[in-house]
């Protein structure tokens, strides 16, 4: 009975696995389909089943195959240039999909945050983002150029035109009192992060200051903007907290290219471009010149010309005309720019090889170029059971600058206008019988540079158990800048009678090695309507730099000049090598409800080696809330409102970007050896309370999104203080120091609105057309500064008005009886002097800036154009204008010069010599105007020629235009760089092709 009732028992279990078997074998199936993108087939989509492991990716013709399981399975389709597509299946086995770009809404949008992610719809913090899309093809050499007018709350300003020189960038204006004018090091630079690798803010030559403004090299220099995936901007408080001691001035998160799933591809990129120089300023031509010269000594009482007045005593031809700033800097510099990449890989594992080179040469001519050379590599895995993720990024990148010593932008404007030929009838240089000071003797004093950089990122990632993830982020950064400054015999006229002997060289070696690893565990939860993220982590890094200098004096030939051991005197400088040491612990809470309520929390606790040891360790936070107001149900269902957002935050963060050992007690060796032996020369003293500075951040924003997000508003408000200013403390000259760096209470505050409206227009089959608008109204103020009045800082700041205020002198006309210009005497003394009778203040800051962008489709063309606006006051010509009536050209406004029939005109009468009029003149209110301009600052076309999946899978045709026209009213060469004498950014026209295979 028993054996009977066994039998049984089996008989029903394998009836029942039977039924079991056959219903999951009815519930799977497979399904097919063809992912397309602009009615084009688009691989590399990844194609799953939601809440299952099963994962395929489309192939070159944007096919799939995909087994699922159970009744109206949703499958996810996911492409990182493509909002996330979510599809039911219901009963079908084939299932299409056309991928839109422009349907790429905010909710979808995913912004780096740095230690995060975190989609648009649901950040509390403020970020500008531009992507791949805005930067690719563009005819520069640095990303930053191609940023310039894209985003609200950045002011970028190139330092020249002149190939691998620096940018000026300030993210919500100027924290800090410390520039490059008063320290070594601008205090105001934000923090660049590269693939999740903090890089230092750039190198800082020793040599190059008189060609590169700034004596500043870019750290993003080194990487080819085509390499570029997207380049984010943390501005305020709830973004820049987690970064501690770092974030002050913002935070610059640049993202490389990675690795996309898909079959192989191979792309080609090659454009090819002209550049040259566009002035601002209209010179007098030989007879207004000598016209000038004539009643320059008419006013002095001079009849009978000197005879060093070559321009005007016969020695040189008064009807010979040349315009110098074609001659010296009106060549046609080219720019090519190759890059060659592949790319491909399964669902699990995926890789990307890039290689790219590009050229530039200068318009001074000669053979001076720019090069630069990279290598970038990044590989992903991701185990099958999606725990494990794995990604290596590496880039490599050799740098080489090779320019003349000193820019000769400047020059080209004053040189007399008759001055005589460069060359002479055998076509060596002309220096007519040494009356002439030929320019072109300073293009053989030449500098150069050299610079490597290795940047490697390695992140792992494990999930432990369900939604806790234990992350490890490690990264390395090595960089070396060898710098040459050649200066030989031949520069000078010949009859000089100089020989090799006096030729020199200067040689200047920096290195830089850099490592941090960050570990990181975070955990996600989500019941109901609740959901909280959870991060933290800590950081460590280590950095070590070196540098040294030797210059040599006199060879026996010029054929060892770049060989200083063969020079006759040597002088080496230190050789220091210092280091920096870096800890921290961060974290942040991320709470959520009913996906409508978000706060988030963020926190760090830093420590850093460049302080003293009585403040070496600091605490920063910051809390941010936002309300989706659009999923209340007031407004559940409003057609005119498709998503609304109000958000602020406010917190604190700070800047230790100060250098290294600034609060000890250091030596320099001397120059001088007394009985054999070295001196050392103290140069710092020691100050233990040496410590950060702080800004607290405070900011509050509405974000809309109108007519089913087909029209996105930003509108935000901010406002930060920084506080704890490091200045250098004036001291008596007794102690053997003018100043000791130590912190004071200076306090500035910036504060703005900012506003950023982006639409998709028109949205009609073949044609569209996307917009946007951005426009940021700063405000700089210098709240306080205990003792500024009794300081050396009381002639450059004044509380209550901005930090970058000039002080000048009151200009009221010309004296009709002394023909001498009339300033205003503050103090009744009876005579102009500085400080007190520089009373007028002029402030040269921003009143707003901005851009307005336009992208239309039409088929298979597309045209972009950006265009940058700023409305501000800056130095004009006046401020560096030589003596109108001296042996240097003009602009054509100086002919409106006073006399009794021209009462009105500015400046007063000529005259051979500078005066201590002019000299005044020169730092008058006369030599501040309005700067502002409109700058049609880029333009593509492109044409996507239809390959129909023959050998090639794209052919884009595209041309680009830079710095095609400026509308200004500015008195001066170029109102981007003021009155700097640098190089202005150039006007490019590039054209070039994409190839993909």
């Known amino acids: 009975m028993k054996k009977s009732y066994n039998t049984i028992g089996s008989t029903v279990c394998a009836f029942m696995l039977a039924v079991i078997c056959s219903n999951l074998k009815a519930q799977t199936r497979t399904v097919t389909g063809t992912v397309t993108a602009d009615n084009k087939p688009l691989s590399g989509v990844s194609v799953?089943?939601?809440?299952?492991?099963?994962?395929?990716?489309?192939?070159?013709?944007?096919?799939?195959?995909?087994?699922?399981?159970?009744?109206?399975?949703?499958?996810?389709?996911?492409?990182?240039?493509?909002?996330?597509?979510?599809?039911?299946?219901?009963?079908?086995?084939?299932?299409?999909?056309?991928?839109?770009?422009?349907?790429?809404?905010?909710?979808?949008?995913?912004?780096?945050?740095?230690?995060y992610k975190v989609k648009d719809r649901e950040r509390t913090g403020s970020i500008a983002k531009i992507s791949a899309k805005e930067i690719e093809n563009q005819p520069v050499t640095n990303v930053l150029s191609a940023a310039q007018g894209r985003m609200a709350g950045v002011s970028i300003t190139q330092n020249s035109g002149t190939a691998g020189g620096g940018f000026d960038i300030q993210i919500r204006g100027r924290n800090s009192l410390r520039t490059r004018i008063n320290s070594e090091i601008d205090g105001n630079q934000p923090l660049y992060i590269i693939d999740g690798v903090p890089v230092g803010g750039g190198v800082n030559s020793r040599y190059g200051g008189t060609v590169l403004a700034l004596a500043n090299v870019n750290p993003l220099n080194s990487i080819s903007p085509n390499d570029i995936e997207s380049f984010e901007i943390l501005k305020d408080a709830d973004a820049t907290a987690i970064y501690g001691s770092r974030g002050a001035n913002g935070v610059v998160l640049v993202t490389t290219k990675k690795a996309k799933k898909g079959g192989l591809r191979l792309t080609l990129n090659s454009s090819y471009g002209l550049s040259h120089a566009v002035s601002g300023l209209e010179m007098m031509n030989t007879e207004q010149y000598i016209n000038m010269r004539r009643q320059a000594f008419a006013n002095d009482n001079i009849s009978a010309?000197?005879?060093?007045?070559?321009?005007?005593?016969?020695?040189?031809?008064?009807?010979?005309?040349?315009?110098?700033?074609?001659?010296?800097?009106?060549?046609?510099?080219?720019?090519?720019?190759?890059?060659?990449?592949?790319?491909?890989?399964?669902?699990?594992?995926?890789?990307?090889?890039?290689?790219?080179?590009?050229?530039?040469?200068?318009?001074?001519?000669?053979?001076?170029?720019?090069?630069?050379?990279?290598?970038?590599?990044?590989?992903?895995?991701?185990?099958?059971?999606?725990?494990?993720?794995?990604?290596?990024?590496?880039?490599?990148?050799?740098?080489?600058?090779?320019?003349?010593?000193?820019?000769?932008?400047?020059?080209?404007?004053?040189?007399?206008?008759?001055?005589?030929?460069?060359?002479?009838?055998?076509?060596?240089?002309?220096?007519?019988?040494s009356t002439f000071a030929n320019p072109l003797a300073n293009f053989r004093n030449t500098y150069s540079n050299d610079q490597l950089q290795f940047l490697s990122n390695i992140s792992a990632e494990y999930e432990l158990v369900k939604n806790l993830r234990l992350k490890v982020n490690g990264g390395m950064t090595y960089q070396t800048f060898e710098e040459w400054s050649l200066r030989p015999h031949t520069a000078n006229d010949p009859s000089f009678g100089m020989t090799s002997a006096q030729s020199a060289a200067s040689k200047s070696n920096q290195d830089r090695f850099s490592m941090v690893i960050e570990p990181q565990l975070s955990w996600f939860f989500k019941k109901g309507n609740h959901q909280t993220d959870i991060l933290a982590g800590g950081t460590y890094q280590r950095d070590t730099n070196s540098t040294s200098a030797i210059q040599g004096f006199g060879f026996e030939s010029n054929l060892f000049i770049s060989n200083i051991g063969a020079a006759q005197a040597k002088t080496v400088s230190d050789a220091v090598t210092t280091e920096y040491r870096y800890a921290a612990?961060?974290?942040?809470?991320?709470?959520?409800?009913?996906?409508?309520?978000?706060?988030?929390?963020?926190?760090?606790?830093?420590?850093?080696?460049?302080?003293?040891?009585?403040?070496?360790?600091?605490?920063?936070?910051?809390?941010?809330?936002?309300?989706?107001?659009?999923?209340?149900?007031?407004?559940?269902?409003?057609?005119?409102?498709?998503?609304?957002?109000?958000?602020?935050?406010?917190g604190s963060s700070g800047s230790d970007n100060i250098g290294e050992n600034q609060y000890l007690n250091t030596y320099i060796t001397s120059t001088l050896i007394y009985n054999g032996v070295v001196g050392l020369l103290p140069s710092r003293l020691y100050n233990p309370d040496f410590s950060w500075e702080k800004t607290?951040?405070?900011?509050?924003?509405?974000?809309?999104?109108?007519?089913?997000?087909?029209?996105?508003?930003?509108?935000?408000?901010?406002?930060?203080?920084?506080?704890?200013?490091?200045?250098?403390?004036?001291?008596?000259?007794?102690?053997?120091?003018?100043?000791?760096?130590?912190?004071?209470?200076?306090?500035?505050?910036?504060?703005?609105?900012?506003?950023?409206?982006?639409?998709?227009?028109?949205?009609?089959?073949?044609?569209?057309?996307?917009?946007?608008?951005?426009?940021?109204?700063?405000?700089?103020?210098?709240?306080?500064?205990?003792?500024?009045?009794?300081?050396?800082?009381?002639?450059?700041?004044?509380?209550?008005?901005?930090?970058?205020?000039?002080?000048?002198?009151?200009?009221?006309?010309?004296n009709p009886a002394t023909g001498q210009y009339i300033f205003t005497d503050f103090n009744g003394d009876?005579?102009?002097?500085?400080?007190?009778?520089?009373?007028?203040?002029?402030?040269?800051?921003?009143?707003?800036?901005?851009?307005?962008?336009?992208?239309?489709?039409?088929?298979?063309?597309?045209?972009?154009?950006?265009?940058?606006?700023?409305?501000?006051?800056?130095?004009?010509?006046?401020?560096?204008?030589?003596?109108?009536?001296?042996?240097?050209?003009?602009?054509?406004?100086?002919?409106?010069?006073?006399?009794?029939?021209?009462?009105?005109?500015?400046?007063?009468?000529?005259?051979?010599?500078?005066?201590?009029?002019?000299?005044?003149?020169?730092?008058?209110?006369?030599?501040?105007?309005?700067?502002?301009?409109?700058?049609?600052?880029?333009?593509?076309?492109?044409?996507?020629?239809?390959?129909?999946?023959?050998?090639?899978?794209?052919?884009?045709?595209?041309?680009?235009?830079?710095?095609?026209?400026?509308?200004?009213?500015?008195?001066?060469?170029?109102?981007?760089?003021?009155?700097?004498?640098?190089?202005?950014?150039?006007?490019?026209?590039?054209?070039?092709?994409?190839?993909?295979?």
């Open 48 to 115: 799953s089943q939601d809440n299952s492991s099963e994962t395929t990716v489309t192939n070159d013709k944007g096919n799939y195959i995909l087994q699922v399981s159970g009744e109206n399975p949703v499958l996810v389709f996911r492409h990182s240039d493509y909002p996330e597509q979510r599809k039911t299946l219901e009963a079908a086995l084939t299932l299409n999909l056309n991928l839109n770009l422009n349907l790429k809404q905010i909710e979808e949008v995913v912004l780096n945050a740095g230690y």
């Open 305 to 433: 010309y000197p005879a060093i007045a070559y321009d005007i005593n016969g020695t040189w031809d008064k009807n010979r005309f040349t315009d110098w700033r074609k001659e010296l800097i009106g060549d046609y510099a080219d720019i090519t720019n190759t890059q060659l990449s592949l790319s491909g890989g399964s669902e699990n594992t995926s890789y990307l090889l890039s290689l790219g080179h590009s050229q530039q040469t200068t318009v001074f001519g000669e053979n001076f170029r720019y090069r630069t050379n990279t290598v970038s590599g990044n590989i992903s895995h991701r185990s099958a059971d999606r725990k494990f993720t794995f990604n290596m990024s590496n880039l490599f990148s050799a740098l080489d600058n090779n320019v003349l010593t000193s820019d000769v932008t400047a020059a080209s404007y004053i040189l007399s206008p008759n001055a005589p030929a460069l060359y002479d009838s055998s076509g060596s240089l002309n220096w007519e019988n």
């Open 585 to 650: 612990v961060f974290g942040r809470i991320n709470y959520q409800y009913a996906g409508k309520y978000i706060l988030n929390l963020t926190g760090r606790r830093d420590g850093s080696s460049r302080f003293g040891p009585n403040n070496r360790f600091a605490t920063f936070g910051a809390a941010g809330a936002a309300w989706i107001f659009t999923k209340e149900n007031f407004l559940k269902d409003n057609r005119f409102v498709s998503f609304g957002k109000l958000r602020a935050s406010y």
């Open 696 to 814: 607290l951040k405070f900011e509050t924003a509405l974000e809309l999104g109108l007519f089913k997000n087909r029209l996105n508003l930003t509108a935000a408000y901010y406002s930060n203080r920084s506080s704890n200013q490091l200045l250098g403390y004036q001291l008596s000259a007794v102690t053997g120091f003018t100043s000791v760096l130590a912190n004071l209470g200076a306090t500035v505050r910036n504060r703005g609105w900012e506003f950023d409206l982006k639409g998709d227009l028109i949205q009609n089959g073949s044609f569209s057309w996307d917009a946007g608008f951005n426009i940021t109204f700063p405000e700089n103020r210098l709240l306080s500064f205990p003792g500024l009045e009794g300081s050396s800082y009381a002639n450059t700041y004044v509380v209550g008005q901005p930090v970058n205020i000039i002080k000048l002198y009151q200009l009221n006309g010309i």
């Open 830 to 997: 009876g005579k102009i002097s500085s400080p007190d009778d520089r009373q007028v203040i002029r402030n040269l800051g921003q009143k707003f800036y901005g851009g307005f962008t336009n992208d239309l489709r039409y088929r298979n063309w597309n045209l972009s154009v950006l265009v940058q606006f700023v409305k501000q006051e800056s130095r004009n010509y006046n401020s560096t204008m030589p003596s109108p009536g001296s042996m240097n050209n003009l602009p054509v406004q100086a002919l409106n010069v006073w006399s009794p029939q021209n009462p009105e005109g500015l400046y007063m009468p000529y005259h051979t010599a500078t005066t201590v009029s002019h000299q005044l003149f020169q730092i008058s209110d006369a030599t501040v105007s309005d700067a502002s301009f409109i700058r049609l600052k880029n333009v593509q076309l492109a044409y996507s020629i239809p390959t129909q999946g023959k050998i090639f899978r794209e052919v884009k045709l595209f041309f680009q235009g830079q710095n095609l026209h400026t509308w200004t009213m500015y008195f001066g060469i170029d109102p981007e760089l003021g009155s700097s004498g640098f190089l202005p950014p150039l006007r490019t026209y590039s054209f070039g092709a994409t190839l993909t295979l």
